[in-house]
Structures are given as C-alpha cells and as structure tokens.
C-alpha cells in the first residue's frame, strides 16, 4: 500500500531563511561555550544546477550569470535514500509543486512516521587558499579562529592553535598532542598548477535532491546558494567532483564491500570530524539525521 503523505505547510523563502540563521554546529562553540550558528551572517540566493554535459564531468551551478562547477562532500548516493525522495516528489505534484523548482520549503505529514521538511537543496561558496593544488592548511586554520571543541571532560579547545593538548577522549584517557586535521588532509590536491584564493561550490544538504533531478528527471533543480563577505567554517568534509559517484543501496550495504576506496574524506581528526555538522532541528526543520551513533561533546 502507498504511504500517505499529507500536506502541512508551506514556508515561504524569507520564513525560511529565519529559520536557517537559527541552525547550530553540532560540536562547535565560541569562547563561552555557546552553540555556534553556521549562517547567522550570511546572504541566500536562489541559484540553478544543470546537469553535466559529458560523461564524468561535474553538474554546473548559475548563479549571476556565472557558471561554476558543483562539488560534494559526499561522492556516495543510497537508493532507499532516492525512493523516498521519489514519493515525496510523487506527492508534491499532487499539489501542484515540483521538487526541482522549490522556492522555499514544504512541511509534510509521513502516516506514522511523523513531519519532515522539504527544500532546495543547500549549496555553500567557500574559498580556499590553494598552493601548488594543496589546500594552504595554515591559511585555512584562520577560519577558526573564534571556535572552539570539547572533549569528554568538557574542556574547551581552541580549534584555530592547530593542535590540540591535552584532549580528552573519554573520562580517563587523554591525546596530549592531537594534530586538529585529518591525517590524509595534506595529501589532497586539486592540480599543481592552482595557486591562491578558489571558490568551491561545495553541496551542503540535498545532493540526493539534486542527483534525483538530474539523472531521473534530467532537470535543473533550484538550490539555496549561502555566500558570506567572511570566509564561512570550513566545511566538514573536502570537497570533491560531483561524478563519478558510488551508487549503493543503502548505508547499511557499505559493509558489504569493505575495500570502498571512494567516500567522504574528513576535514578534522576522526575525534571531532563529524563536529562541523549541523544541527537542522535547531531551527525548526526536520530534513536529514546524523547517520552514526558517534558521540559529539
């Protein structure tokens, strides 16, 4: 039997955007120890993404009159994840919406799962300092320079000394010295020629949204674009292209294949990298979960 799907809301742009200002970091604070909101200061557009042209090539984003190519964190896509978005996407024409064409949100009732929302996919433009392809890790670390992380005692850690002292992984054992980036962080280049400032059109939330419109409906699809006159937080995870991706059924299948060479490569340490995820419910919105059990301080 179908599930049935019941109309809520609509959120206009503007609610929406209230709403997204009001998002958290899940493991990130300022000196005090305050939850740090990731788009409090930052401009929202409305923006296109084209599918690619060629075969492994990247989908492009318009935005301007600018065409730019679209990056991901997460180069992996779950069929059960694209079902679901199939039947909301299925709904949504019952009332005269289309998923690529969202302007602002949609609140849903799922029978006997409960309310979710439903937007445009985000897409934030970060720019990275790049030398010799290598992203310029000291200049990076200036991003940082007002959070903070804790560990298992509560301790705050300044992210931007680059090393972290004294860290506490549960209540007994501590890192006296902890590198705050990932080990493979200095290895990623994206091409020896580039040098200085380049923008990354980096997915936020919805890649599974866009990939459904562009390889089922073979659609653009409009995105929120989150651009800053500050450099933003870095992202939690490298950005890499778009295609070629890892198509598996669901997350669970990735067990079944223990040698996967091709996923997200995390920007911190394997202590604090899922620390710069954010926290959707912090601003109302019910629209994607923290898949593993990892505890965050």
């Not at 949100?105 to 929302?117: L, R």
């Not at 897409?123 to 670390?141: A, C, P, R, S």
């Not at 659609?219 to 933003?232: A, F, G, Y």
Request: aromatic residues 12%.
């Amino acid at each position: 039997m179908a599930p049935k799907l019941t109309l809520k809301k609509i959120i206009n742009i503007k609610n929406l955007e209230k709403k997204l200002r009001k998002i958290i970091f899940r493991g990130l604070y300022d000196s005090r120890g305050q939850n740090i909101h990731p788009y409090e200061n930052v401009d929202f557009h409305i923006a296109k993404v084209y599918p690619p042209k060629t075969i492994g090539s990247c989908p492009e984003i318009e935005h301007n009159n600018t065409i730019e190519h679209l990056f991901t964190p997460q180069p992996t896509i779950y069929q059960n994840q694209l079902e679901i978005i199939e039947i909301v996407d299925n709904f949504l024409k019952t009332q005269e919406l289309e998923i690529n064409e969202l302007k602002g949100a949609v609140e849903y009732s799922w029978e006997n799962k409960g309310n979710f929302h439903m937007l445009p996919p985000i897409v934030e433009k970060h720019t990275y300092n790049l030398k010799n392809g290598f992203i310029d890790l000291d200049k990076l670390i200036k991003c940082f320079s007002m959070s903070y992380v804790k560990d298992a005692k509560n301790n705050l850690h300044r992210l931007s000394t680059r090393y972290l002292k004294s860290f506490f992984v549960d209540e007994i054992s501590k890192i006296d010295y902890l590198d705050i980036f990932n080990s493979n962080a200095s290895l990623i280049n994206y091409g020896l020629k580039y040098n200085g400032k380049h923008n990354f059109y980096i997915v936020c939330d919805g890649a599974h949204r866009i990939d459904y419109a562009l390889e089922k409906l073979n659609k653009p699809i409009s995105v929120i674009l989150v651009e800053s006159k500050k450099d933003l937080i870095p992202y939690y995870a490298f950005p890499v292209t778009f295609r070629p991706s890892i198509r598996l059924s669901s997350k669970q299948s990735e067990k079944m294949y223990p040698r996967l060479e091709r996923d997200k490569i995390h920007l911190l340490n394997d202590f604090i990298n899922k620390n710069l995820h954010y926290d959707w419910s912090a601003g109302g919105l019910n629209v994607s979960k923290l898949r593993s059990n990892k505890e965050i301080y």
